[in-house]
């Protein structure tokens, strides 16, 4: 057999059927669905009368809007509160064997609990009605957001109708510098290919500096696939990825584990297979960074300076510089060092796993926030949310006048009571820094885990090098 | 769903690069559990004014432009989330076709699972509608789906598209894609049991 790509092998094994001229349908291995997408959906197959088909390759659980507040107080959000209810009534009515209310000790955001719980794994096909699916790729699986439409699809018929994405290989050569973390990687790759670079695509991020990505750091890289255009990103499962595998509470045990195990080391692209497209970064080239802009690709180092909009080729890009600038309240050269921040958001499906907080805590250590900022830390699950407490990460950031929060999508989003006042300048490990993201007016700075906890100590922006 | 044949209507020019799935409706607008009554919430950050009145810059609140069915914008329109309430509420508001020289992936698919037909064209040919959309408030284009062709009334702008076969089929037929998916049940069933 020809050479092929992983996602090639991964495709060929899931095709249910195809026709040409027509989208391919694609068995569904994984689905996974949340309160916010889904309620249309079960509505659909009420109204058709047609059943889930596979509610045990069905996980849902209440994350958008759930409050982060502690879990004894009510949701004081009528319609979000009817948005979570809708979900309970259609978990019991269509008989999915696998939810997790927001009292559950596996609840937490979707592309969390997925691979933490051990449902995604390596060489599966994964949906879900939310575009970060691209996470879950991190196992080496293809992983793809959906509509609402979609998700319908996929609930009646385990399918879904999709035209064959091309492949594009983005490789990150040589070992990352100190202090350069994984969002560090995403947001460079980003900064490199634009916010469209990947439209049409399915990413394989390959490279030594990925390799040397635990596998918490390799789910913040894919997670922000979408944020470069990708239909998905995907990391070649290798012994990283095993070793994780095999500590998941829901993951296939002992001989059937080591049997796939086995099957799973045939999955990486073969030598000789070729992409579409390949892009090649230098990891040395690579350095903490922080966007200025309202879209993932207007980022700079921390070292560096706001750009002046005049600096840009075409008028559209210059248009587009001169908007952010206006919206984000910043002024062309100004020093990324001297940017002062009101909040940080410390969480969401980016960076909310546990390496992130045990990294994010390391910076924090016995040090305090500044007077003028407002901290908050939201755990990506409750499961590392117990997790951090049992190390006393908790601890370390309540000591330094962080708040420690309850599990969910919280202000990545601005979808339940975490939100920013019009005029708020937040340091956020979250995914997106569009207009209005994280609140109306609201101002957000992408950035790592350990870069937030570091503006946090400071109230302004700070290379983590040097801290 | 509601056949895609023929479109004519207003043209409302929203210049501007990658529009976001946040800006055509925020998150917090995401609570319902129906697929209609978005469209009062589309663009709501722009179209309203911190006291809720309308913000009479915004394109969508003057004059014919309240009455588009068309929107023309710039490339990677619909970037961001998978929301298919974007599609929802610019259907709500009346707009059933946007023109762009290009689409974010999933907000594309979202368009067509509607009856709305995101159209891809060259980036002159929408400089060109969108600069005559600009300087005549109520210019009006067919989009001809049947004919794969976009005209204005005098014909000085008439463009032939090309949109994927299927989809068009689809569109032009109102077709839903479960019903489609479930006449390979036989299929389906017989690579689960493959699974197995």
């Known amino acids: 057999m020809a050479a092929r790509t992983m996602f090639e092998k991964i495709w060929d094994a899931h095709v249910v059927h195809e026709e040409p001229g027509q989208p391919s349908l694609i068995y569904i291995d994984l689905h996974l669905v949340h309160e916010v997408t889904s309620p249309q959906a079960f509505d659909g197959l009420r109204m058709a009368g047609r059943k889930v088909r596979r509610p045990d390759l069905t996980v849902a659980t209440a994350d958008h809007n759930t409050p982060t507040w502690e879990l004894t107080r009510p949701i004081e959000d009528q319609i979000s509160k009817a948005q979570l209810d809708a979900l309970d009534r259609n978990a019991a009515e269509f008989g999915l064997p696998f939810y997790y209310d927001r009292f559950s000790e596996n609840q937490g955001i979707v592309h969390v609990i997925g691979p933490d719980l051990g449902y995604t794994l390596p060489g599966k096909t994964v949906v879900c009605g939310d575009s970060h699916t691209s996470t879950h790729g991190a196992l080496g699986c293809f992983a793809v957001g959906i509509g609402t439409s979609e998700v319908e699809h996929v609930l009646a018929t385990q399918t879904l109708r999709q035209f064959k994405p091309r492949t594009m290989e983005v490789r990150v050569d040589g070992q990352l510098p100190n202090g350069v973390s994984a969002k560090d990687v995403i947001l460079g790759i980003i900064g490199h290919i634009g916010v469209n670079g990947g439209t049409g695509h399915v990413i394989e991020y390959t490279g030594e500096a990925i390799r040397g990505l635990s596998m918490d750091g390799r789910m913040t890289v894919c997670n922000m696939s979408i944020e470069g255009g990708a239909r998905a990103g995907m990391i070649a499962p290798d012994d990283t990825t095993f070793d994780y595998v095999r500590t998941r509470p829901y993951a296939p045990k002992g001989a059937e584990l080591e049997a796939l195990i086995e099957q799973w080391r045939q999955l990486p692209t073969d030598a000789g297979a070729s992409y579409d497209h390949t892009v090649v970064i230098n990891a040395s080239d690579l350095s903490p960074f922080v966007t200025w802009g309202t879209k993932p690709d207007m980022v700079v180092p921390i070292t560096g300076q706001v750009p002046d909009p005049n600096s840009f080729e075409t008028t559209a890009e210059r248009e587009a510089a001169e908007r952010a600038l206006e919206y984000m309240g910043l002024e062309p050269n100004q020093r990324i060092e001297d940017i002062k921040i009101d909040r940080i958001f410390l969480g969401a499906c980016t960076n909310a796993r546990i390496d992130d907080l045990r990294a994010a805590a390391n910076v924090i250590r016995g040090r305090q926030v500044n007077s003028d900022v407002y901290a908050m830390v939201v755990p990506g699950s409750a499961r590392v949310k117990a997790q951090a407490e049992a190390e006393g990460l908790d601890q370390v950031f309540k000591d330094a006048g962080f708040d420690w929060r309850v599990a969910g999508c919280s202000m990545c989003l601005g979808m339940n009571p975490d939100i920013l006042d019009p005029g708020q300048r937040c340091a956020s490990t979250s995914n997106r820094n569009f207009e209005g993201r994280q609140g109306k007016g609201g101002r957000t700075h992408l950035v790592s885990p350990e870069m937030a906890a570091a503006a946090a100590i400071a109230g302004h922006f700070v290379d983590v090098r040097d801290f | ?196």
């Open chain 2, 1 to 196: 769903m509601e056949p895609f044949v023929q479109l004519e209507g207003v043209v409302a020019p929203l210049d501007a690069v990658n529009v976001d799935t946040d800006m055509i409706i925020p998150a917090v607008y995401l609570k319902s559990i129906e697929r209609t009554g978005f469209g009062p919430n589309l663009f709501d950050r722009y179209r309203y004014n911190e006291d809720g009145s309308e913000n009479l810059d915004f394109i969508l609140n003057q004059g014919p432009y309240r009455s588009s069915k068309i929107l023309v914008s710039g490339p990677n329109f619909g970037c961001g989330s998978s929301r298919e309430h974007a599609p929802w509420a610019l259907e709500d508001f009346g707009i059933r076709c946007i023109i762009a020289p290009s689409f974010a992936d999933i907000f594309f698919n979202n368009c067509f699972k509607n009856g709305l037909l995101p159209l891809i064209l060259p980036e002159t040919d929408v400089r060109r509608i969108m600069d005559k959309a600009k300087d005549n408030p109520g210019f009006e284009i067919t989009v001809d789906l049947e004919a794969k062709q976009v005209r204005d009334g005098d014909e000085e702008i008439v463009v032939d598209f090309e949109v994927d076969d299927f989809r068009r089929y689809c569109l032009l037929n109102g077709l839903d894609d479960i019903g489609l998916t479930l006449q390979h049940e036989d299929a389906i069933a017989a690579f689960e049991a493959r699974q197995v």
